[in-house]
T-cell receptor, first 115, second 112 residues
Framework: AAGVIQSPRHLIKEKRETATLKCYPIPRHDTVYWYQQGPGQDPQFLISFYEKMQSDKGSIPDRFSAQQFSDYHSELNMSSLELGDSALYFCASSPSKGTGESPLHFGNGTRLTVT | GESVGLHLPTLSVQEGDNSIINCAYS??????FIWYKQESGKGPQFIID?????DKRQGQRVTVLLNKTVKHLSLQIAATQPGDSAVYFCAENTGGGNKLTFGTGTQLKVEL
């Protein structure tokens, strides 16, 4: 079965640079979520989109922004990168139109390293 | 969820034994709970879910128990196998939409 696809798998950037992470949800899933996971930590919710509109917002820094496109893929844009932004970034998708009735399906993440 | 930094709680079991992983959730209004398994370098993988109108749900080799009175969730894995070695997270839907809040993970180590 098709899964959530994230690209790139690994990304190395320097401080103050920008980065763009991409997420392709499972076909017919209309909701995408972004999570950040530091080493040995639990995933922290950043932001979610349903039908191209932001549906919920978590602990996403102002330096980050995201959007969902007409084909439902999503991009997380990160600017003025800091060392503390080094983490795994996961995208997840679900088909439930944000009603809390089905689990999120996660991609394998993008490992961002800021040097 | 609370973080324990680089030192995850660890559960070590012998192959073939049953494993029980516990989780305390924070929001009494949460109505949907999920257990995820995360292997190194991979994203969280769905194992089993339960809604707040249930107190037990069984899957293949796994059972989830929900005690709303004390806000406690547990995952039982029967006949634990080496392939079960991973970090396990509970997650709660904190009301509205599908946003999940993850609890602190537990590292399960299966010894041969």
């Amino acid at each position: 079965a098709a899964g959530v696809i994230q690209s790139p798998r690994h990304l190395i950037k320097e401080k103050r640079e920008t980065a763009t992470l991409k997420c392709y949800p499972i076909p017919r899933h209309d909701t995408v979520y972004w999570y950040q996971q530091g080493p040995g930590q639990d995933p922290q919710f950043l932001i979610s989109f349903y039908e191209k509109m932001q549906s919920d917002k978590g602990s996403i820094p102002d330096r980050f922004s995201a959007q969902q496109f007409s084909d439902y893929h999503s991009e997380l844009n990160m600017s003025s990168l800091e060392l503390g932004d080094s983490a795994l970034y996961f995208c997840a998708s679900s088909p439930s139109k944000g009603t809390g009735e089905s689990p999120l399906h996660f991609g394998n993440g993008t490992r961002l390293t800021v040097t | 969820g609370e973080s324990v930094g680089l030192h995850l709680p660890t559960l070590s079991v012998q192959e073939g034994d049953n494993s029980i992983i516990n989780c305390a959730y924070s929001n009494s209004a949460s109505d949907y709970f999920i257990w995820y398994k995360q292997e190194s370098g991979k994203g969280p993988q769905f194992i089993i879910d339960i809604r707040s109108n249930m107190d037990k749900r069984q899957g293949q080799r796994v059972t989830v128990l929900l005690n709303k009175t004390v806000k406690h969730l547990s995952l039982q894995i029967a006949a634990t196998q080496p392939g079960d070695s991973a970090v396990y997270f509970c997650a709660e839907n904190t009301g509205g939409g599908n946003k999940l809040t993850f609890g602190t993970g537990t590292q399960l180590k299966v010894e041969l």
